[in-house]
């Protein structure tokens, strides 16, 4: 694993319907070892109460691991909150500080979502000032896996998503992209990559320099208790896929096992990712992540993330709570 330094500080905290039959489908196309720099906890001066604060982790790469679609110099950072609901305040000021850059910078924002308590996690963003403020036109939201499911069952991420985040927010339904579910795993996920293809070469999606995959603006990435993010599995070979920019699972160990999953050059090309992790039954994976492990332990998913831009961790106390 690659060696990492660190440092922390306090930090300020600011604080269903029917789918609709509109929302097009594909474009509508058919630490090893932490060393600690500094730990000035003190709120003398500041006024801020226990509450308003996170500990604030910046992680910076000395060298990189050796994997598919690795970023060579990507920085880490990782803050840990008192609470989920301190979290989710935090990351959307942080989501809506993105949208309003790149809208400004590129006129559009392009954010990959997962599926799990991710969402949840968004909720903050319909609340003012955030559902306000936003140029909501200018997103284009993607999912970087999804379960080959109709996106009526209850397995889909398209309807969790749809249920609690992008029923409720003014988001173009020509802006939001799912899966074709009406093709086999392997037919939707070449589907998928021809729609990104396409996006990308309309200039919708940029492109990395880098890598010459596509550079999503934002991703915002949940973690499993086994360490798996996307649908990308311990142990599993589609960890290693270097070409292909989407591709399925037929064998997923989670069900429900036909899946459609962004590859880690896709993810490694974006110029910022959120890894979102709550709750104490991920506190050993995260401490094996970002605390010390084996030398000779093959890492785990969550830890070949490495975007070409910055990666932040945002965690509650109960998943920090073994680091």
């Not at 982790?57 to 950072?77: C, N, P, V």
């Not at 996690?121 to 379960?147: A, Q």
């Not at 795993?185 to 070449?190: Q, Y």
């Not at 729609?195 to 999606?205: A, E, R, T």
Request: with cysteine; net charge neutral; proline share 6%.
């Amino acid at each position: 694993m690659a060696a990492l330094s660190l440092s922390f500080s306090p930090t300020f905290l600011r604080s269903s319907s029917t789918i609709s039959s509109s929302v097009r489908s594909l474009c509508g196309l058919p630490l090893s070892k932490l060393s600690f720099l500094s730990a000035d906890r003190s709120l003398a001066g500041l006024g801020l109460g226990k509450a308003e604060t996170s500990r604030r982790f910046q992680l910076r790469r000395t060298k990189a691991f050796s994997t598919a679609g690795m970023a060579a110099t990507a920085e880490k950072k990782v803050e840990v909150f008192d609470t989920e609901e301190d979290l989710a305040v935090s990351l959307a000021k942080y989501t809506a500080d993105l949208s309003d850059k790149f809208g400004k910078e590129r006129g559009s924002f392009t954010v990959v979502v997962s599926g799990g308590s991710l969402i949840k996690s968004l909720r903050k963003l319909l609340e003012p000032p955030y559902i306000d403020s936003i140029e909501w036109s200018k997103w284009h939201v993607f999912w970087v896996d999804e379960r080959v499911v109709p996106k009526d069952h209850d397995d889909s991420n398209y309807k969790l998503a749809f249920d609690l985040f992008l029923s409720q927010v003014p988001i173009l339904p020509g802006n939001v992209y799912a899966i074709n579910d009406a093709l086999s795993a392997e037919g939707a996920a070449d589907d998928y990559e021809t729609c990104l293809k396409h996006l990308v070469n309309s200039g919708v999606i940029a492109k990395s320099e880098a890598s010459g995959f596509p550079k999503f603006d934002l991703q915002l990435l949940g973690m499993g208790p086994d360490g798996h993010v996307a649908s990308l599995f311990p142990g599993h070979p589609l960890c290693k896929e270097s070409k292909k920019w989407v591709t399925h699972i037929l064998d997923s160990p989670k069900p429900p096992p036909e899946r459609i999953t962004f590859t880690f050059p896709v993810i490694n090309s974006s110029a910022n990712i959120a890894l979102v992790v709550c709750g104490g039954g991920k506190a050993d994976v995260v401490q094996r992540a970002l605390g010390n492990s084996g030398k000779n332990e093959e890492p785990l998913p969550c830890q070949l993330v490495s975007p070409e831009g910055e990666l932040k961790w945002f965690l509650d106390k109960a998943a920090a709570s073994k680091l």
